[in-house]
């Protein structure tokens, strides 16, 4: 990222608000410690990938993260699948 005092950019800060900023409880949770996790490190097209997931409302991607709806073939990605392996390393459902 080039920023030596490891503050994030404002894309990246928007994202973050957003990711904890969701409506439902556990998916403020999730997607809010998920994106403190792996938002400084993603690159532009990871953050595409997660401004997708973001975009969505919260009853799908809880969903789809719990395995009770298949992922879209659109939102199959390194990123859905990072957000999946963390789901289940935190035990959130």
């Known amino acids: ?11 990246r800060k928007r994202m973050l608000f957003r990711s904890w900023h969701r409506g439902m409880r556990e998916m ?3 997607l809010g ?9 993603f690159s532009d097209i990871q953050l595409d990938r997660f401004e997708a997931i973001l975009a ?5 991607i809880y969903n789809w993260l719990s395995g ?22 935190i035990n959130s459902f």
Request: aromatic fraction near 4%; hydrophobic fraction near 35%; glycine fraction near 6%.
């Open 68 to 89: 009770r709806e298949p992922i879209p073939d659109d939102l199959q990605n390194d990123v859905m699948e990072m957000l999946k392996k963390f789901t289940l390393s």
């Open 28 to 30: 403020d949770m999730l």
């Open 56 to 60: 969505e409302i919260d009853p799908d």
């Open 1 to 11: 990222m080039g920023h030596n005092d490891g503050e994030m950019d404002a894309r």
């Open 33 to 41: 410690k998920f994106a403190e996790q792996h938002l400084e490190g």
